[in-house]
């Protein structure tokens, strides 16, 4: 498993693409993540206190051939401007430059690079890459999936280590302590938006 293993955000995007597993023409469909009724969140320690926060906006889309999962293309991107830790003082902190450095980085992003089926049913593991704060790294994550029609549930939890992206450095880094793990957890609705065929 890579370093660190920062792998929230591709939970997202891949509920898009795996809800055509279940049919059998051979097309490319189109998926599209709804930030409504989705959630991402995560939780941390701050001075030795539980910590709460969210990302309440992302947005992503996906194309999937059920003849070439291999091939599966996908984009996600989170707005880091929207970083939300309850408290509009906390959230401006997390936000500033020695962290998430929102205003040189207001887009967090993953990109699919490859996508198959665990050997648990219904768990599927997808890798890729995801940047934050301007540094890239390899991800992977297992997730569940839950399909009802035209919509497709991805849930799950990770760890990531925020050392990996630069997030808590510089001066202000002394000035509170941030656990260096942090657990997201992740509730995420996708839906098909169009078919396109394959040549």
Do not use: K
Not at 1 to 28: D, K, N, T
Not at 94 to 123: I, K, M, Q, Y
Not at 167 to 195: C, N
């Amino acid at each position: 498993m890579p370093r660190g293993a920062p792998r929230p955000f591709v939970a997202a995007a891949v509920a898009l693409i795996l809800a055509v597993l279940s049919g059998g023409e051979a097309r490319a469909e189109l998926w599209q993540v709804q930030d409504a009724g989705s959630t991402l969140e995560f939780e941390l320690v701050v001075n030795q206190v539980d910590s709460r926060g969210r990302f309440p906006a992302f947005t992503g889309e996906g194309r999937f051939d059920p003849d070439a999962p291999q091939d599966s293309d996908l984009t996600l991107a989170i707005d880091i401007t929207r970083l939300d830790l309850g408290n509009a003082l906390a959230s401006t902190f997390a936000r500033s430059v020695d962290w998430f450095d929102a205003e040189a980085h207001p887009l967090g992003s993953f990109r699919l690079s490859e996508l198959e089926p665990s050997p648990v049913e219904g768990v599927w593991l997808a890798r890729g890459e995801l940047q934050l704060r301007g540094e890239t790294r390899d991800v992977e994550v297992e997730l569940a999936l839950d399909l009802t029609g035209e919509t497709a549930r991805a849930t799950g939890e990770t760890v990531i280590d925020r050392t990996l992206f630069g997030i808590g450095q510089g001066p202000t880094s002394y000035l509170v302590e941030v656990s260096r793990e942090i657990r997201v957890r992740f509730d995420l609705v996708a839906r098909r938006t169009e078919a396109a065929a394959t040549d």
